[in-house]
Nanobody, 128 residues
Framework: QVQLVESGGGLVQAGGSLRLSCAAS????????MGWFRQAPGKEREFVAA????????YYADSVKGRFTIARDNAKNTVYLQMNSLKPEDMAVYYC?????????????????????WGQGTQVTVSS
């Protein structure tokens, strides 16, 4: 059974940093693209960042480009999201997701429907 477990959320002041982690089990992690999405109250879930089979293949939403960094550690079956210069509009529940339909050379997807497995989410609160 596939499990994705997020951690690292919390309360931070605007301008601060957080690092989210997502530990995966039950799948061949190195063969999955991994993505982070977020959902604020009353809004649809939106794409944040994704990484392909290696850290050399990443894709970011324009709203986080230059502030967030996604990285994976295939030895630990874990994907990370380093979030710097946080803004109140970054406040949301952050979800980790896995996409098994990607080949090694492909750019990871930003579409929710392409992802096969999802975690339960971790809350990020940014105070102004």
């Amino acid at each position: 059974q596939v499990q994705l477990v997020e951690s690292g959320g919390g309360l931070v002041q605007a301008g601060g940093s957080l690092r989210l982690s997502c530990a995966a089990s039950g799948l061949t992690f190195k063969n999955y693209a991994m993505g982070w999405f977020r959902q604020a109250p009353g809004k649809e879930r939106e794409f944040v960042a994704a990484v392909g089979w290696s850290d050399g293949n990443t894709y970011y939403a324009d709203s986080v480009k230059g502030r967030f960094t996604i990285a994976r550690d295939n030895a630990k079956n874990t994907v990370y999201l380093q979030m710097n210069s946080l803004k109140p509009e970054d406040m949301a529940v952050y979800y980790c997701a896995a996409d098994g339909g990607l080949s090694w050379w492909q750019v990871p997807s930003g579409h929710l429907g392409d992802y096969d497995y999802w975690g339960q989410g971790t809350q990020v609160t940014v105070s102004s």
